[in-house]
Nanobody
Framework: VQLQASGGGLVRAGGSLRLSCAAS????????LGWFRQAPGKEREFVAV????????YYADSVKGRFTISRDNAKETVYLQMNSLKPEDTAVYYC???????????????WGQGTLVTVSS
């Protein structure tokens, strides 16, 4: 499985961005898809995950109510809509895929290359 993340950029606080992550090489329609982020000097942390059937989603408390994860299995793509962005959301965002559902980055076997999100105050 290859994952290609895109959509990062520079945005002012309060703004919005939509990240995309397209899978190739093997279908991920039965995989759980997650987003993680890593800020400079910090560990990679969980952001959101969506079940293979899109019926189950989980969010980190820090993004709940502001971020929305979704997926389009026909396009083998997962999205992260980020609204009301804050400077503390600044990080490299990574998408990940695995057949096993988990909130821990250590579980995921497949990773995208990361896309940088910078939120200015």
């Amino acid at each position: 499985v290859q994952l290609q993340a895109s959509g990062g950029g520079l945005v002012r606080a309060g703004g919005s961005l939509r990240l995309s992550c397209a899978a190739s090489g093997r279908t991920v329609n039965k995989y759980h898809l997650g987003w993680f982020r890593q800020a400079p000097g910090k560990e990679r942390e969980f952001v959101a995950v969506i079940g293979w059937d899109a019926k189950t989603t989980y969010y980190a408390d820090s993004v709940k109510g502001r971020f929305t994860i979704s997926r389009d299995n026909a396009k083998e793509t997962v999205y992260l809509q980020m609204n009301s962005l804050k400077p503390e959301d600044t990080a490299v965002y990574y998408c990940a895929a695995d057949p096993v559902p988990s909130l821990s980055y250590e579980t995921y076997n497949y990773w995208g290359q990361g896309t940088l999100v910078t939120v200015s105050s």
